[in-house]
């Protein structure tokens, strides 16, 4: 469960970091146009059409890893499900550990 969490995590740090360079790049992008004029005007649609084709790669991306992450999630619910008893033995070792690394 705690490599779900930490995947979820790693996968939202992940779209902001993109989410923030698909910013940079639209403000790139309008700043050259406003600077280019008329003559770069072509060149500026081509570049927005690239755009949003790595906006659309980079969201079948995000839905990909979130199915997976879902994917794991569901994987760890049917092994608790299945040994219950597992599962409870594993959560007491780790709960032991972690109070032993938190006490030093």
């Known amino acids: 469960m705690a490599r779900t969490d930490s995947e979820i995590r790693q996968l939202e740090r992940s779209v902001q970091s993109l989410q923030g360079a698909l910013a940079a790049i639209a403000g ?12 770069g005007a072509a ?3 081509q570049a927005k059409l690239k755009l949003e084709d790595l906006r659309g790669q980079i969201g079948d991306l995000v839905s ?11 994987q760890v619910k049917r092994s608790v499900a299945e040994n219950p008893m597992t599962a409870l033995a594993a ?14």
């Open 43 to 45: 060149g500026i649609e």
């Open 91 to 104: 959560a007491f070792a780790a709960g032991v550990a972690a109070a032993i690394l938190l006490r030093r």
């Open 64 to 74: 990909d890893q979130m199915d997976r992450a879902e994917e794991v999630g569901e």
């Open 28 to 39: 790139d992008i309008e700043q050259i146009g406003s600077s280019a004029g008329a003559a």
